[in-house]
C-alpha cells in the first residue's frame, strides 16, 4: 500500500500520492483530462489494498467492483512535476454498493472534485451483496467498528 488513512474532517479517509510524469500530461504540460480518473482508480486499488481486500481473490470468488457512476468537476489544472494526491472518503454503503468523494489535491488545494459510485458484481454481471467481512471493513472507515486500527496496523 503506498497511501495512509488518516482521520479527516468527516471520517476517516484514504490519501494516495500521485507524482504527475511527462507521460500524464499534454502538449503544454498540463495534466490530461482523462488521466485524472487513473489517478483515482489507483487510489481506489490501494485503499482497498489497505482495507485487506484483494481483488484477484475476489474475481476468483465470482465477485468483482466496478464503476456504476462518476461524476468529475475540473476546477485547477495540474502540471508536470506536481505532487498530487487523491483523497477518498467513503460516503455511503449499501448492500451492494458504495459511494466515494475522491479529490485530487495539491498542497491541500483541491483541482479535481469527483463522486463515484462503485458495484459488487456477480460472474453473471448481476449485482451482488458485498461479503460480511467486506462489508465490516467498509464500516470500519465509515466510523461503525473498531476494524480499521486492526486493519492498518496489519499492513504497516
Known amino acids: 500500500m503506498l497511501g495512509r488513512f488518516e482521520a ?5 479517509q484514504h490519501v494516495f500520492p500521485v507524482p504527475v510524469y511527462w507521460e500524464d500530461t499534454d502538449a503544454g504540460g498540463i495534466v490530461y483530462y482523462a488521466n485524472y480518473l487513473k489517478f ?6 490501494d485503499m482497498l489494498r489497505g482495507l485487506g481486500i ?3 481473490e475476489m474475481l476468483e470468488e465470482g465477485a468483482n467492483f466496478v ?6 468537476e475540473y476546477l485547477k489544472p495540474a502540471k508536470m512535476e506536481d505532487q498530487l494526491e487523491v483523497v477518498t472518503l467513503v460516503t455511503s454503503l449499501r448492500g451492494a454498493s458504495l459511494h466515494m468523494q475522491q ?5 491541500g488545494e483541491i483541482l479535481v472534485e469527483t463522486t463515484v459510485r462503485v458495484a459488487c458484481l456477480g460472474e453473471d454481471g448481476r449485482p451482488q451483496r458485498l461479503s460480511s467481512a467486506i462489508n465490516d471493513k ?3 472507515l ?13 499492513e504497516e
Open 54 to 56: 484483494n481483488q484477484q
Open 67 to 72: 464503476v456504476r457512476a462518476c461524476k468529475i
Open 40 to 45: 483515482t482508480e489507483r487510489a481506489r486499488t
Open 8 to 12: 479527516g474532517s468527516e471520517g476517516t
Open 103 to 107: 479529490n485530487i489535491c495539491r498542497n
Open 142 to 154: 465509515l466510523g461503525y467498528s473498531g476494524l480499521l486500527a486492526n486493519t492498518s496496523a496489519r
Open 138 to 140: 467498509f464500516n470500519a
